[in-house]
């Protein structure tokens, strides 16, 4: 079992910045994978980033350049710098992290951009 608690949503600004932080309840390193999700209000959830274990990562085209996730195994943590925020960023975004028998999420963090 894996216990996942997100931080650091929020309000932000067009072209501004964010960084959500998400802190897993045992070792990452127990841990595949690791991400995040969002979901908009009235649309599906969908995948904004992910990163494995040994650190490989993937993107929706959307956030490509802009967005860079990362991962602190010592820490049980991964975190998601968000750069040059745009209004369709808004979205309710939630953690995620895979092991060998199932997927896990947290409760969600709101980021809202808006000027």
């Known amino acids: 079992q894996v216990q996942l608690v997100e931080s650091g949503g929020g309000l932000g600004q067009p072209g501004g910045s964010l960084r959500l932080s998400c802190a897993a309840s045992?070792?990452?390193?127990?841990?595949?994978?690791m991400g995040w999700y969002r979901q908009a209000s009235g649309q599906q959830r969908e995948s904004v980033a992910l990163?494995?274990?040994?650190?490989?990562?993937t993107y929706a085209d959307s956030v490509k350049g802009r967005f860079t996730i990362s991962r602190d195994n010592a820490k049980n943590s991964v975190y998601l710098q968000m750069n040059s925020l745009r209004p369709e960023d808004t979205a309710l975004y939630y953690c995620?992290?895979?092991?060998?028998?199932?997927?896990?999420w947290g409760q969600g963090t709101q980021v809202t951009v808006s000027s």
């Open positions: 995620y992290a895979q092991d060998i028998l199932r997927s896990y």
């Open positions: 990163i494995t274990r040994d650190g490989s990562t």
């Open positions: 045992r070792s990452a390193l127990s841990i595949r994978n």
